[in-house]
C-alpha cells in the first residue's frame, strides 16, 4: 500500500474570505492561509508559490497557474476547472471533492500528492513526473496521461475510460480496481501492470485476439 506524506500543516492558519486581485497580482508568495468560500478570477498567476494553505469551497475561474509551486497545501470542494497548472510543482498536495475537467497539468511535477474524488475527466497531464501519486475513486475520463512518467502510482476505483497512456510505462501499476470500457495505451509499455481477469481478456481482443469460451 502506498504511503503518502501528508500535507504539513499548522493548525494556526489565517483564515481569509476573500483575496483581493492586487494582492494576487503583485504578491509572489503566500503561505499560513485559510482561503474560503471565495472566487479568484485574476487571469494570470505566474510562478506564484504557495505553501501551507487550504483552500476549502474556492472557484478559480479562467485562471493561468502556470509554473505555480504548492507544498504543503490542500484543495478541498474547489472548482478548478480548465485551470492551466502547466509546469506546475506540487508536493505534498491533497485535493479532495474538486472538479478538474480539463485542467492542465501538462509537464507537472507531483510528489506525495493525493487526488481523492475529484472529477478530472478531460483533464491533462501529458509529459508529466509524478512519484508517490494516489488517484482514489476520481472519475478520469478521457484525461491524457501521454509520455508520462510514473513511479509509485496507485489508481484506485477509478473511472479510467478512453484515458490515454500512449508513452506511459504501466509497469507496476495496479488497474484491477478501475473500470474502463477502453483505453488508448501502446501495448509494449503494458509489461508489468495489474490487471483483472475481465480487463485481461478486454485486452486481448484488443490485439485481436479471438477467446475460446
Request: proline share 1%.
Given at each position: 500500500m502506498?504511503?503518502?506524506?501528508?500535507?504539513?500543516?499548522?493548525?494556526?492558519?489565517?483564515?481569509?474570505?476573500?483575496?483581493?486581485?492586487?494582492?494576487?497580482?503583485?504578491?509572489?508568495?503566500?503561505?499560513?492561509?485559510?482561503?474560503?468560500?471565495?472566487?479568484?478570477?485574476?487571469n494570470?498567476?505566474d510562478?506564484v508559490?504557495?505553501?501551507?494553505?487550504i483552500?476549502?469551497?474556492?472557484?478559480?475561474?479562467?485562471?493561468?497557474?502556470?509554473?505555480?509551486?504548492?507544498?504543503?497545501?490542500?484543495?478541498?470542494?474547489?472548482?478548478?476547472?480548465?485551470?492551466?497548472?502547466s509546469?506546475?510543482?506540487?508536493?505534498?498536495?491533497?485535493?479532495?471533492?474538486?472538479?478538474?475537467?480539463?485542467?492542465?497539468?501538462?509537464?507537472?511535477?507531483?510528489?506525495?500528492?493525493?487526488?481523492?474524488?475529484?472529477?478530472?475527466?478531460?483533464?491533462?497531464?501529458?509529459?508529466?513526473?509524478?512519484?508517490?501519486?494516489?488517484?482514489?475513486?476520481?472519475?478520469?475520463?478521457?484525461?491524457?496521461?501521454?509520455?508520462?512518467k510514473?513511479?509509485?502510482?496507485?489508481?484506485?476505483?477509478?473511472?479510467?475510460?478512453?484515458?490515454?497512456?500512449?508513452?506511459?510505462?504501466?509497469?507496476?501499476?495496479d488497474?484491477?480496481s478501475?473500470?474502463?470500457?477502453?483505453?488508448?495505451?501502446?501495448?509494449?509499455?503494458?509489461?508489468?501492470?495489474?490487471?483483472?481477469?475481465?480487463?485481461?481478456i478486454?485486452?486481448?481482443?484488443?490485439?485481436?485476439?479471438?477467446?475460446?469460451?
Amino acid at each position: 500500500m502506498l504511503k503518502l506524506q501528508a500535507p504539513k500543516i499548522p493548525s494556526n492558519l489565517q483564515e481569509v474570505s476573500l483575496i483581493e486581485e492586487e494582492e494576487l497580482e503583485y504578491e509572489q508568495y503566500f503561505a499560513l492561509r485559510f482561503i474560503r468560500d471565495c472566487s479568484i478570477t485574476t487571469n494570470r498567476l505566474d510562478k506564484v508559490y504557495f505553501e501551507k494553505t487550504i483552500f476549502r469551497n474556492v472557484s478559480f475561474e479562467n485562471i493561468t497557474l502556470k509554473n505555480v509551486e504548492l507544498t504543503d497545501v490542500k484543495f478541498e470542494k474547489c472548482d478548478l476547472a480548465n485551470v492551466d497548472f502547466s509546469d506546475a510543482i506540487l508536493h505534498r498536495v491533497e485535493l479532495k471533492d474538486c472538479k478538474l475537467i480539463g485542467g492542465n497539468f501538462s509537464g507537472a511535477g507531483f510528489r506525495n500528492v493525493f487526488l481523492d474524488n475529484c472529477m478530472a475527466n478531460y483533464a491533462s497531464f501529458g509529459y508529466s513526473d509524478s512519484k508517490q501519486v494516489k488517484f482514489k475513486q476520481c472519475s478520469l475520463v478521457n484525461a491524457d496521461f501521454y509520455e508520462s512518467k510514473f513511479t509509485n502510482i496507485e489508481i484506485d476505483g477509478c473511472n479510467i475510460d478512453q484515458a490515454n497512456f500512449t508513452g506511459t510505462s504501466l509497469n507496476g501499476l495496479d488497474l484491477s480496481s478501475c473500470s474502463f470500457e477502453s483505453l488508448i495505451v501502446s501495448f509494449e509499455n503494458l509489461e508489468g501492470c495489474k490487471v483483472s481477469a475481465d480487463q485481461a481478456i478486454g485486452f486481448a481482443r484488443a490485439l485481436g485476439l479471438l477467446i475460446k469460451e
